[in-house]
Structure formats: structure tokens, C-alpha cells
């Protein structure tokens, strides 16, 4: 036995306390269940399809967005074809939250779930639900 | 080799843990201004940028000194400077990081802190700057090591060290020229566009950093019996006492290039700074504080017979110290943006989350500084 | 090369040069890269006696501050403006004298982004946060912007705002048009670029009731403002720093 056995095996029960701290934490504090997200909730006349398939948007969307974001932003492109030869803006107020205008169904339910923080909404005004009733500002 | 900063007396564990606990408290005042963004100081449309960069701009400057001691030991093998080389280069180190952490506390955005490089701007000095200040980090982390590890040893240090010491050099110029062109690249702030600005800065930097060199080898020799010896003291005391003379002798020249020429918008800047603006003067009794401290030093320092005594010599190098934080900190870069670029006059002071995260910061680095100082002692320890 | 060969290769290049008219042909049907259109450089004049003449009119003040959700700060050293009223002396103090006109001398500026040719804030960002397009528009991401503040700092017209605080707080009616901006970023006039790809004229130009803003193409000369820069002496915010702003200013 080392000579300082006892304290290496102090410091290495810390270190595993700690590295696994998140774990616990999530055990105790339970996690949000992963639901499906609710895709909308009102028809808008022309828009009857997104700009891309549901497969393509569920795991990319992330993707779109940014690149949407640079080409607007950087290059001063603002229309958007679709493969299919559909008009849009690209826009994440005007395009995305005009079908899918219920943000707490549809982008926190799994944000939430999957504790992703995306800093959108920092900036761009989501459309959230209150209590009354009212949509408003985080 | 880094475990022997773990042999301490109560003494030595007593003096980390009050560094760690102010260290604590800077890091609770940050997590209080990252809540609440950058509102929490002093800072304001006109004075953008306060007391974060000032220190920022000082510790540069400590952290290029290291060059005063590497450069005659390396290069000209003057070897008195034998046992103050590392603690120059352990110093620089700890300096560097209290830079990084100083800009990281300035930032609106720390998180995005990655952007400066993914998208690498050359046409911008913060580049420059971030590139220089790395390097120099990196630079001195592995020189540090490699010699005292060969040292260790009982080995001369290894064939590749070299030509790194000799890059170490012109380098540690470089982080405190880039530094300079931060400001004086900018038409927008007459009180900075100065082309003397980068010389200015090196000799503050060079009179600066080994005064505090000189007092933390006083320190030692007192708390640790580490002795790095008389004649490296009072060589560090001339390179002072130069460095000193001629920083002094700078900022007369920038003074009378903005009094003779009379042009409102460079002399209005050091009105503001001597004598106050509309009635404004909050800078004016540390700039005069500031002023008398240089005269008195270079009194104690040019003669021969008191830089000679250590007790007067360590007094006047916590006053060349304190002379060129508030200078070069506080005057240089509050007073760019009085007047501002639209003439107006606001005025800016530190707020108290401000100073507790700058001391926290301070604290940190200190707390380096005796770790990095005890491994040295330690190696050095035991070779006798 | 036998002789075969040399009279095909001929015969090609007398080809290529028989069908060169016909591609210029083509070619002619897009915009000619000289011709002022694809020349766009967006540009202001402003005639500071029809702004005074107004009196206490804010409305492009407002209405730019309404369309961009910028927030109405508390403390005036937190200010966020994208365009407001200054005094004749601050905004140009290298041009003042005690005998200028009363109206002139007390009436105030009306100053914004200079949109500079040449623009300080665009070279010291380290992040290419700011940039200057091909029609003129110094832009902003503020995705990208970490908050330094080095523009704020190398802009000599005091343009940028930082964002001290949350500015959401500061809003009354924030609304879905246009993004607020988070805290820790900085801020400022973006000529509408948002409204000009719509063909809508800049949100101050359009609500200004005196006519006293002019908005137009520097690239094409029967333009309003070329119209205007050529009738009347203009005057430039400190033209000395070579910044060559885009704001033009009639006195």
C-alpha cells in the first residue's frame, strides 16, 4: 500500500462525485419528457408545406436556420426556392413562427427536454403564450 | 516538478488561501455583472472602455519587462541574472493571464469569445494582439519549463530552447508595440494618435516591470531565503532608474507637442487630465499624485547613493509601480475618451463590482505567481 | 504541325471570333457591370434649414426607433440611438464661429451612422462583425458581435450604441418586424437595409414631413442626391479623418 493510499482515494471519490454531479443532479431534479413537438396550429393560405421535408427540418433545422441567418444577414439574400419551386423570405419571425406561431409547443417542448438553450429568442420575438392568454415576451 | 508547490509551511497555505478567497469574491462580482451586462460599472456611451483595459494596457506592459532580465542573461550571459531570469519569465506568464482575463471581464459577449477565431480579421490590431499575447503565453510556458526542468537535472537545457529564448525576445516587444497600435491607429481619438505612443509604452513597461521584479526579490529573500543577489537588484535598479528617465522624458515631449501646436483636440485631453474639463476633474489629483511619485523616484533612483540602500530602492520602486499604473492605466485610457469624439465631457470612475472583479483578478494572479515561485525555489532547493 | 491541322485550328478561331457578337448579344441582356445599377452607393443628404425650420419635429427620430424596437434607456449615459438631434457644436466643432447664423448655430443636427466609405469601425473589429457592403451599407451581425466595444472606440462620429443592459426591459411595445438586440452587443444605424429590399425608402426618409431628407444612388447621376450634391455646397462630419462619410449635410 502507498504510502498515501487513504488520501488518493479521498481525492479520486471527490473527483468522481463531481464529474458525475450532473447526473445526479438530473436524477433528483427529474428531466422534461420528450414529447413530440405540436407542428401548427393555424393554416396560412399558400403555405401549406415547409420549405423542407419533416425528416430534413427535425434533425437540420438547426442548420437551416444559421444558414438562412448568414445569407441574410452577410449577403443581403433574402428569397428562398425551395427544390419544389416555392417563394419564401427567409425569415425565422415572418417565415417559421408565421405556421408554427405557437413557440412553446413547438420549439421548448423539446429544447427543454434535450436542455438545449438556443440564443434566438434573446434577439428575435418568439411568439410564447402566457396565462391570459396573450402572447409575450419571455 | 509541479508537486512542489504542495510542500508548504501554514504560512505559505494561509497567504494562497487569502489569495483564493479575494480571487472568490471577484469571481461572485463577475457572476453578479454577467447577469446583468456590463451596466454594473462604471462604463458609459462616451468612456467605452475603463478600468478592465487600463490594467489590461499596465500588465502588458509587466509581462514584456521579462525581457529585461531574459535578454541580458540568454543573450549577453550576464550572470548575475542567474536566479532572477525564471522569476521573470514565471512572472510574465502569470501577467499574460491576468491580461486574458482582463479582456475576457471587458467583453459584452464572453461566450463568443471563439468568433475572434473563427473569422480571424487581419485588418484589426485585437487580432494582432490576441495572436502576440498567446504566443508570448505559450512561448514563455515552455522555455520556463524546459530550463528549469534541464536545471533539475543538472543539464544545460536541451539544443531547441535557444532559438526560442531568442524569438521570446523581439517577442515580448511585440505584445506591447500591438498593444500600442490598439490606440494609436485610431483617428477618431487624438489623445492616443501618437506615433511615440508604442516607445512610451515600452519604457513604462521597462521601468515597471522590474521594479515590481525588484520588490518581489526583496519579498523573497525576506519570506522564502531565496537571495537572487545584490548585484542583480541593483542592475534592475539602473535599468529602472533609465527606463524611468526616459518614459518622463516621453511624456514631456507629448505634452509640449499638444501645448505648442495648440490644436484643441490634443491639448483638451491633457487639460482634462492636469487641470479637469468644465469643471470635471476626477483624474487630476491621481494624475498629479502620479507626476510628483515619477519626480521623487527619479531622484531616489539616478543617485547613485540612495538606489544603492535597498530599503530606498524598494520605496522607490513601489512608487515607480504606482506612478505608471495610475499613468499608463487609468490616464491613458480614460482620458481618450474625455472629450468624446463629440466633444463632450463625461466623466468615468470605477463602480464597486468593477474593482472587486479587477482585485479578484489580481488575486488570481498573484495566487500564480507563489505557486510558480515556490516550484522555482523548490527546484532550486534541491540541487544544493 | 502538318498543314491539315493548321487550317482546322484556323477555321475554329475564325469560328470563335464569328460567334463572340453573338454571345455579347446574351450578354447585353443582363446589366452591364459599369452601368449604375449594379454601381449602387447608397448615400444621404440632409438640409439642415428645412430640419430647423420644423422645429421640435422628431417623427424620423421616432420612426426609426419604432421600426427597429430600440429601446428607450433610462440613464442618458446608456442611451441607445441610432439617429437623434445634436447641437451645431458637437457635431461639427471644426467648423464653428461666433458670427454664424443664430438659426444655424442654436437649430440642432440631426446626425446618424456616416456610413463611411472608408469606415474606422469596420477595420479595428476583430470579429468582421461589422462590414461594409458593396452598395455602401457599413452592416452589422449582431449574431456575430462579442461586445468589445473597439468600434464604439474607433468611430469618430459617436455612431454606435452598446447595449449595457437587457434592452427588452426598455421596450414598451416590442414587435415582431424587426429583432431587439441582446445585451453585451452594439448597435446602430443600418440605412434600412431590411426596408430597401422591399424598394421601401429608409424608415427616417419616409416619415421626415419637411422633405429635409434625402435618400438616393451615388452610382447614378440624375439622381436626387447626385441631383442635390451638385446644386448646392455640402458640408461632411470631420471629412479631415478621410473616413468619407455619406451623410451630407446642406447649411
Known amino acids: 500500500m502507498p504510502p498515501d493510499f487513504r488520501k488518493i482515494v479521498f481525492g479520486l471519490v471527490i473527483f468522481l462525485i463531481l464529474v458525475t454531479l450532473p447526473l445526479w443532479t438530473n436524477l433528483l431534479r427529474g428531466t422534461a419528457p420528450l414529447e413530440d413537438p405540436e407542428i401548427s396550429t393555424r393554416d396560412v393560405p399558400g403555405k401549406d408545406r415547409c420549405v423542407r421535408e419533416a425528416e430534413y427540418m427535425k434533425a437540420n433545422h438547426m442548420d437551416l436556420l444559421n444558414e438562412w441567418r448568414e445569407t441574410v444577414v452577410r449577403d443581403g439574400e433574402r428569397g428562398f426556392v425551395t427544390v419544389d419551386g416555392r417563394h419564401f423570405d427567409r425569415s425565422l419571425d415572418r417565415t417559421c413562427m408565421d405556421c408554427h406561431n405557437k413557440q412553446e409547443v413547438f420549439c421548448d417542448r423539446c429544447h427543454n427536454a434535450l436542455a438545449v438553450s438556443p440564443y434566438c429568442w434573446d434577439c428575435h420575438i418568439g411568439a410564447r403564450e402566457t396565462k391570459d392568454g396573450s402572447t409575450a415576451l419571455r | 516538478m509541479l508537486e512542489k508547490a504542495l510542500y508548504g509551511d501554514r504560512k505559505y497555505w494561509t497567504w494562497l488561501a487569502a489569495l483564493g478567497a479575494v480571487g472568490l469574491m471577484g469571481v461572485l462580482f463577475y457572476f453578479y455583472q454577467f447577469a446583468n451586462g456590463l451596466t454594473v460599472t462604471g462604463l458609459s456611451r462616451d468612456v467605452t472602455w475603463g478600468f478592465y483595459i487600463a490594467q489590461f494596457t499596465f500588465l502588458v506592459g509587466v509581462a514584456a519587462s521579462a525581457v529585461m532580465v531574459v535578454l541580458p542573461y540568454y543573450l549577453h550571459h550576464y550572470k548575475a541574472f542567474g536566479k532572477m531570469a525564471i522569476l521573470g519569465e514565471f512572472l510574465a506568464i502569470s501577467a499574460v493571464l491576468m491580461c486574458m482575463l482582463f479582456i475576457f471581464a471587458d467583453m459584452g459577449q464572453p461566450f463568443r469569445i471563439m468568433n475572434m477565431f473563427l473569422h480571424p480579421t487581419l485588418h484589426s490590431m485585437m487580432f494582432w494582439d490576441t495572436i502576440a499575447l498567446s504566443g508570448y503565453l505559450v512561448l514563455n510556458v515552455v522555455i520556463s519549463r524546459a530550463t528549469l526542468s534541464a536545471e533539475r537535472k543538472g543539464l544545460p537545457p536541451a539544443g531547441w530552447v535557444k532559438p526560442l529564448i531568442y524569438l521570446s525576445i523581439p517577442w515580448a516587444v511585440s505584445i506591447h508595440t500591438v498593444t500600442a497600435f490598439l490606440y494609436a491607429g485610431l483617428a477618431a481619438r487624438p489623445f492616443w494618435m501618437t506615433a511615440i505612443l508604442a516607445p512610451r509604452f515600452l519604457a513604462s513597461a521597462f521601468a515597471s516591470g522590474p521594479s515590481l521584479l525588484i520588490l518581489l526579490a526583496l519579498i523573497l529573500r525576506r519570506v522564502a531565503n531565496y537571495d537572487v543577489g545584490k548585484e542583480a537588484i541593483q542592475k534592475l535598479a539602473v535599468i529602472v532608474a533609465y527606463a524611468m528617465s526616459v518614459n518622463v522624458f516621453f511624456v514631456l515631449m507629448e505634452i509640449f507637442t499638444a501645448a505648442y501646436s495648440n490644436i484643441p483636440e490634443h491639448l483638451l485631453h491633457f487639460e482634462y487630465l492636469f487641470f479637469g474639463l468644465e469643471g470635471k476633474s476626477a483624474l487630476v489629483p491621481w494624475m498629479w499624485t502620479s507626476e510628483i511619485l515619477a519626480v521623487l523616484t527619479l531622484i531616489l533612483l539616478i543617485n547613485p547613493k540612495t538606489r544603492a540602500k535597498e530599503g530606498l530602492l524598494g520605496l522607490a520602486c513601489a512608487m515607480v509601480f504606482v506612478a505608471i499604473w495610475i499613468d499608463k492605466g487609468m490616464g491613458m485610457v480614460v482620458t481618450g475618451f474625455v472629450p468624446s469624439t463629440m466633444g463632450l465631457v463625461n466623466e468615468y470612475f470605477p463602480t464597486l463590482p468593477e474593482i472587486g472583479i479587477t482585485l479578484g483578478i489580481y488575486a488570481l494572479g498573484a495566487l500564480l505567481v507563489s505557486l510558480l515561485y515556490k516550484i522555482a525555489l523548490g527546484v532550486r532547493r534541491s540541487l544544493v | ?251
Open chain 3, 1 to 251: 504541325m502538318d498543314r491539315r491541322l493548321f487550317v482546322k485550328l484556323t477555321g475554329l478561331g475564325a469560328l470563335g471570333l464569328a460567334a463572340r457578337p453573338a454571345l455579347d448579344l446574351f450578354a447585353a441582356a443582363e446589366i452591364p457591370a459599369h452601368s449604375p445599377l449594379a454601381q449602387r452607393r447608397w448615400a444621404m443628404v440632409m438640409d439642415l434649414r428645412k430640419c430647423q425650420e420644423a422645429g421640435d419635429c422628431e417623427v424620423c427620430i421616432a420612426a426609426c426607433h419604432q421600426a427597429h424596437n430600440v429601446p428607450k434607456m433610462d440613464r442618458p449615459d446608456e442611451e441607445i440611438k441610432w439617429v437623434w438631434k445634436e447641437s451645431f457644436h458637437h457635431t461639427f466643432h471644426d467648423q464653428e464661429h461666433p458670427y454664424l447664423d443664430e438659426q444655424l448655430r442654436h437649430g440642432p443636427v440631426l446626425v446618424t451612422c456616416n456610413h463611411c466609405e472608408n469606415p474606422p469601425c469596420v477595420r479595428v473589429c476583430p470579429t468582421q462583425a461589422t462590414w461594409k457592403r458593396d452598395d455602401g451599407i457599413v452592416m452589422m451581425d449582431w449574431h456575430r458581435c462579442i461586445g468589445c466595444r473597439y468600434c464604439i472606440v474607433g468611430c469618430p462620429y459617436g455612431s454606435r450604441s452598446f447595449n449595457w443592459q437587457d434592452p427588452r426591459k426598455h421596450l414598451a411595445e416590442p414587435h415582431k418586424d424587426f429583432p431587439t438586440r441582446t445585451k453585451g452587443v452594439v448597435e446602430k444605424c443600418t440605412l434600412c437595409e431590411e426596408r430597401l429590399t422591399r424598394n421601401q425608402l429608409p424608415a427616417c426618409v419616409e416619415a421626415c414631413p419637411a422633405g429635409a431628407l434625402v435618400f438616393g444612388d451615388l452610382g447614378d447621376p440624375d439622381s436626387p442626391v447626385r441631383e442635390l450634391l451638385k446644386s448646392r455646397y455640402t458640408l461632411r462630419r470631420k471629412p479631415n479623418l478621410g473616413t468619407q462619410p455619406q451623410v451630407y449635410y446642406i447649411v
